[in-house]
């Protein structure tokens, strides 16, 4: 039994998978495909249960862990995510860069005279969270450190996640629902009030004790934009589309 991690975001528009290089490179499969669809089918389905009207709306989950991603959902599905052809672009995570301009890439190579296993190591293992503070990849070991360079790793990791969010609710046209998920998203209040602050923008409004009880609503009751804390589940995604299968092939 394999579960795709790409799955959820297969059917969003064709618009959110190309990119813009010549379209032999699209049709052998150099396309943005997105990931983390376990945790974003669950979040949408728990939405559905939790609140139905939000969840036919426009919506953006970020899952917001030791990879971190960000999903645009429209009456829950994909119809945009920051990930892309592989689960190095988009916003910074742990050790991971995130999208950065592709002409590092290439300064790493022929000016620094990097390998492509340097480069590799370098924007998977050494960089994001760990890279910009030298001291972790993990959110909590930075938030208890009083240094300028945890700070301004923990600042640059919630920027790039409401300049995303920015990009995402243009392509929703919109927005009236703002999900947070995963280990940071769950448990860092204060990572969610730095988001929702900047993003305040758009609609989004918490209540700072909600924010601070990591309840399932943090936003204020006429706030715009609803703001939920909704815990992922993909093992039980994952258990669930193998049941459906394993019921399928009984009948
Ligand atoms: P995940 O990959 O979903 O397990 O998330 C890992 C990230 O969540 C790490 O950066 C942790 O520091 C962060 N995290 C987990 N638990 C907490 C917590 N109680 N408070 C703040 N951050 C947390």
């Given at each position: 039994?394999?579960?795709?991690?790409?799955?959820?975001?297969?059917?969003?528009?064709?618009?959110?998978?190309?990119?813009?290089?010549?379209r032999?490179?699209?049709?052998?499969?150099?396309?943005?495909?997105?990931f983390?669809?376990?945790?974003?089918?669950?979040?949408?389905?728990?939405l559905?249960?939790?609140?139905?009207?939000?969840?036919?709306?426009?919506?953006?989950?970020?899952?917001?862990?030791?990879?971190?991603s960000?999903?645009?959902?429209?009456?829950?599905?994909?119809?945009?995510t920051t990930?892309?052809?592989?689960?190095?672009?988009?916003l910074?995570?742990?050790?991971?860069?995130?999208?950065i301009?592709?002409?590092?890439?290439?300064?790493?190579?022929?000016?620094?005279?990097?390998?492509a296993?340097?480069?590799?190591?370098?924007?998977?293992?050494?960089?994001?969270?760990?890279?910009?503070?030298?001291?972790?990849?993990?959110?909590?070991?930075?938030?208890?450190?009083?240094?300028?360079?945890?700070?301004e790793a923990?600042?640059?990791?919630?920027?790039?996640v409401a300049?995303?969010?920015?990009?995402?609710?243009?392509?929703?046209?919109?927005?009236?629902?703002f999900?947070?998920?995963?280990?940071?998203?769950?448990?860092?209040?204060?990572?969610r009030?730095?988001?929702?602050?900047?993003?305040?923008?758009s609609?989004?409004?918490?209540?700072?004790?909600?924010?601070?009880?990591?309840?399932?609503?943090?936003?204020?009751?006429?706030?715009?934009v609803?703001?939920?804390?909704?815990?992922?589940?993909?093992?039980?995604?994952?258990?669930?589309?193998?049941l459906?299968?394993?019921?399928?092939?009984?009948?």
């Amino acid at each position: 039994m394999a579960c795709f991690d790409t799955a959820f975001h297969h059917d969003k528009p064709p618009v959110a998978a190309r990119l813009p290089l010549p379209r032999a490179f699209h049709e052998q499969g150099i396309r943005r495909y997105g990931f983390h669809g376990l945790s974003y089918e669950y979040i949408a389905r728990r939405l559905r249960e939790i609140d139905p009207v939000l969840a036919a709306g426009r919506v953006i989950a970020a899952h917001l862990g030791n990879g971190a991603s960000l999903c645009a959902m429209r009456d829950s599905k994909s119809i945009d995510t920051t990930m892309g052809f592989t689960a190095l672009d988009g916003l910074m995570m742990g050790t991971r860069c995130g999208a950065i301009d592709p002409g590092v890439v290439l300064h790493l190579q022929t000016q620094l005279g990097m390998s492509a296993a340097d480069v590799e190591d370098l924007l998977y293992r050494k960089s994001g969270l760990l890279g910009v503070s030298g001291i972790s990849s993990d959110m909590r070991t930075l938030s208890d450190n009083s240094g300028p360079e945890a700070e301004e790793a923990i600042e640059l990791f919630c920027w790039r996640v409401a300049r995303e969010a920015g990009g995402l609710i243009a392509s929703l046209g919109g927005l009236d629902a703002f999900v947070f998920t995963a280990g940071i998203g769950e448990n860092h209040a204060d990572v969610r009030r730095r988001i929702c602050e900047r993003l305040a923008w758009s609609g989004l409004r918490i209540d700072e004790s909600a924010n601070r009880g990591s309840a399932l609503r943090i936003s204020v009751p006429n706030s715009p934009v609803a703001v939920l804390v909704i815990p992922t589940d993909e093992e039980r995604m994952i258990a669930l589309h193998t049941l459906k299968v394993v019921r399928e092939d009984r009948s």
